[in-house]
């Protein structure tokens, strides 16, 4: 679809009343969520990286947790990253913390504090998109600006039935463009939560609610009975699987060895209990591997439940080994006794691992 066929989807629909039809809809029914309480930006902002592929009922905890932490941006930009590491422990995405925080960093620094309100600066934040560039502005300042993320996208794929494919980026200006035509430059705020909102509870992915649907006389999807074919959506790539084998190791005095994981790439700066790539490192092999990588020698005791997680792009599934050694100073890594391991942020794989082991206090 070229920008002019969206033009010509505009020429026989009457923005004005679905402005009025969303927005009503949307002050009558929202739901009651802890960032709604007000327009801070700084809390808009971290419930929008907290909101990236994670469901809403999974964040609001989290999000209490964090804002009680780091109720302010001088707060979060003063705090130690591994503080900041295990208030987001569970989440996952770990960059979005990461990113978060370089960018708070950079407000305290270059803007006194005060989250930007103007499109360009906003949008040379770390970890800033369109999408959260366009929440913060018309959310917290009122700026009609585009929020354009999947519910939205299918939202507007079947009121104006754009078949474009949502997995491919360039898809993304479609929306977009239709964001910026139709959005309520009177309440900017209420339009964009309008068509989150009706993605999230209304215009679902599967089996859509349109006989409850406010804006359901605007669908031209509906009208046309092609609401459960809309949005179109190519699959991505298969996901890797990733085979490790993990060892939970105890020395004499009962501490057992953890390490932290590199400063870039996936869980970056994570603690973790030691792991080995299985399809380079066999089993009968792990001792050996373990006195080359570590310096101590171990006695594998037993295997424990295997771990299994998912990522957006690979799989790993972890064979998991409880080990004992009387040697006391790995050359990596460090003994930590177990009432002091919840200090430390660990993945959720390594939580997995950890909640076999440990009870918390």
């Not at 989290?62 to 109720?71: K, S």
């Not at 001792?287 to 990522?311: D, N, S």
Request: net charge negative; glycine share 4%.
């Amino acid at each position: 679809m070229q920008l002019d066929d969206l033009h010509v989807k505009f020429q026989h629909f009457s923005i004005d009343l679905f402005q009025d039809d969303l927005i009503n809809w949307f002050q009558q029914e929202k739901r009651s969520l802890p960032w709604r309480e007000n327009q801070d930006p700084y809390r808009i902002w971290v419930s929008e990286i907290m909101l990236q592929q994670t469901k809403v009922d999974t964040v609001i905890p989290y999000f209490h947790r964090f804002m009680e932490r780091f109720p302010t941006i001088q707060a979060l930009a003063e705090a130690d990253e591994q503080d900041v590491l295990k208030a987001w422990e569970g989440l996952g995405y770990y960059s979005r913390a990461r990113n978060l925080q370089t960018a708070v960093r950079e407000v305290s620094e270059t803007y006194g504090g005060r989250v930007p309100d103007n499109v360009e600066e906003l949008g040379k934040l770390k970890g800033v998109g369109p999408y959260t560039k366009g929440a913060i502005l018309s959310i917290a300042y009122g700026i009609p600006q585009p929020a354009v993320d999947g519910n939205v996208m299918r939202v507007l794929s079947r009121i104006l039935l754009i078949t474009e494919d949502i997995a491919k980026p360039k898809a993304r200006k479609i929306f977009e463009a239709a964001v910026e035509e139709m959005i309520s430059h009177r309440n900017p705020s209420a339009f964009n939560q309008g068509l989150m909102e009706l993605g999230a509870l209304i215009c679902t992915p599967k089996k859509p609610s349109c006989l409850l649907c406010p804006v359901q006389s605007h669908c031209t999807a509906f009208k046309q009975g092609l609401q459960e074919e809309l949005p179109i959506k190519s699959k991505g790539k298969k996901q890797k699987t990733m085979p490790y084998l993990s060892v939970v190791l105890e020395n004499e005095q009962g501490e057992v060895l953890i390490e932290k994981r590199p400063e870039l790439g996936l869980l970056a700066n994570l603690w973790q209990f030691p792991m080995a790539d299985a399809t380079e490192v066999s089993l009968e092999q792990l001792a050996y591997w373990f006195q080359l990588e570590y310096g101590i020698a171990i006695k594998l005791e037993e295997t424990l439940q295997p771990v299994r997680h998912i990522f957006s792009h690979i799989i790993w599934e972890v064979i998991v080994l409880r080990a004992t050694t009387k040697d006391k100073l790995p050359e990596q890594g460090r003994f930590v006794p177990l009432s002091d391991i919840d200090d430390y942020p660990f993945p959720v794989p390594h939580q997995k691992i950890l909640q076999q082991i440990h009870i918390p206090e």
